[in-house]
Every structure is written in structure tokens, then in C-alpha cells.
């Protein structure tokens, strides 16, 4: 993925933005972006992946249960924002959503979260499931996003994510394992 930078006169690096050119070749192998290896890694395989789009990233997230999976889509999201190296995982903020079907509950997660960090002022890095359940209602997921409070002096920020969109947004098992996928849009 090419990223060219361009930052307007008299704005800070927090408000540099990446102006992309030309079709994403492969998100998968994101260049500027990439989360690193040794964090994404797991067991040999990553536990998520970004997808081709042209506007937007697409991201889909595999995990061996459900909230594995929702965890990891809420990862690879975070992950797109920030170089996670560059925060420190001070700050735990509950998490708490619900919604009828678990392709709403991925994308309701995933605005969850922009939500907190703008309102809390915190740069957010990782997520844990703590309670997922099924009701007469739908699902309800409860869990704790970590991360420590906005600083764009050691903050070393990437991609803006808007919000995360219906459009491709699936679950489905492949095998034993779960697997979300969602556009988001930046």
C-alpha cells in the first residue's frame, strides 16, 4: 500500500492525514500501516487481516471463539489508528454494547470504541472480551479497552478511522474457527 503523507501548513502531525493513491495492492501486507509481526502473530497465522477496498479498509478478524474474533476485529481496527509500540497500555475503559445479530454486535463494538476514545481523550490499543451472551433480545457484549490518555507528542498516529460500516460485513465459521469481517471508513 502506498501512503503519501501531506500535512497543511501550520497543523500539527495530529492532524497530518494519509492521502492514498491508486489501488490498494494488499492490505494484507500494509506497508506505513502494518501492525507489527511479532504482535499480530499468533501460533504462525494472524488473527486478522485487512482487505482490498478502494476508498476505505476492509478488515476481517478470525478467531477460535466468538469473542476471540470480536477481539481481534476491535484489534486490527485500533491498530490501523496508532502504532501500538507507541502507547503504553496504562488506561482500562469497560466496554458494554448489545444488538440483535453478531454481524451488528462487530460493527456496534467497533463504534464503541471510536466513541470512548474520543470522550475519554484516550489512545486505545487492545481489547478483551469479558462477557459475551446471547438474550431474548439479541447479544450483549461486555469487555475492557486498554490504552493510556491522548498525547500527540509520543503518539505515533496513522490512519483515521470514521466509523465502521455495514457495507461487507459478515460472520461466518470456517473450519472451528469464527471469522467478522466490515469495511470501516477513514
Known amino acids: ?5 501531506q500535512q497543511k501548513e501550520g ?13 490498494i495492492d494488499s492490505l494484507a501486507n500494509l506497508c506505513y500501516n502494518k501492525p507489527n509481526d511479532s504482535i499480530c502473530q499468533k501460533g504462525g497465522s494472524m488473527p486478522y487481516e ?5 476508498a476505505d479498509i476492509g478488515l ?7 469473542e476471540e474474533a470480536l477481539a481481534e476485529g476491535a484489534r486490527a481496527m485500533l491498530h490501523i489508528m496508532v502504532n501500538q ?3 503504553t497500555p496504562v488506561t482500562q475503559i ?7 445479530d453478531l454481524e451488528s454486535l462487530f460493527v456496534t463494538l467497533l463504534n464503541e470504541l471510536l466513541y470512548l476514545r474520543e470522550v475519554k481523550t484516550t489512545t486505545l490499543v487492545d481489547f478483551q472480551v469479558m462477557r459475551l451472551e446471547q438474550s431474548d433480545e439479541g ?8 490504552g493510556e490518555p491522548l498525547d500527540p507528542d509520543k503518539h505515533e498516529f496513522m490512519t483515521e478511522v470514521k466509523a465502521a460500516t455495514y457495507f461487507g460485513l459478515k460472520h461466518y465459521t470456517k473450519g472451528n474457527q469464527h471469522v467478522f469481517q466490515c469495511v470501516v471508513d477513514v
Open 1 to 5: 500500500m502506498k501512503a503519501f503523507y
Open 11 to 23: 497543523m500539527s502531525n495530529l492532524y497530518s492525514l494519509p492521502i492514498l493513491y491508486g489501488c
Open 50 to 54: 485487512y482487505l482490498d477496498h478502494e
Open 60 to 66: 476481517r478478524s478470525i478467531g477460535d471463539t466468538l
Open 85 to 87: 509500540e507507541t502507547v
Open 94 to 100: 469497560p466496554v458494554g454494547c448489545q444488538a440483535g
Open 139 to 146: 447479544w450483549v457484549l461486555e469487555g475492557l479497552a486498554t
